[in-house]
C-alpha cells in the first residue's frame, strides 16, 4: 500500500514537470521560431525585413525583461514588506497584552 502511494506520488510528480516544461515551451516557442525566421532571411539575406525582425525581436526581449523585473519587484518588495508588517504587528500586540 505504501509503495502504491509512493508510486502515485512518484507519477504525479512527474506530470506537474511534464507540464511545467509544456508551458515553457509554449512560452519560448514564439520567440524560437521569430529566431528561425531570422537565420532564414539571414540565408536569404533580405535586409529591410531582416532588420525590421532584429528590431521586433529587441522589442519582444527588452519586453520579457520587463516583466521579469516587475516580477522580482512585485514577489520581494511586495512579500516581504507584508511579511515583515504581520510579522512586527503581532509580535507588538504579542508584547503589548501578555
Known sequence: MLLLLLLLQLLLLLLLLLLLLLLLL???LP????????LLLLLLQLQQLLLLLLLLLLL?????????LLHYYYYYYYYYYYYY???????????YYY
Do not use: D, E, P
Request: hydrophobic share 65%; net charge neutral; charged share 0%.
Open 31 to 38: 520567440l524560437l521560431l521569430l529566431l528561425l525566421l531570422l
Open 60 to 68: 519582444l526581449l527588452l519586453l520579457l525583461l520587463l516583466l521579469l
Open 26 to 28: 509554449l512560452l519560448l
Open 85 to 95: 508588517y504581520y510579522y512586527y504587528y503581532y509580535y507588538y500586540n504579542y508584547n
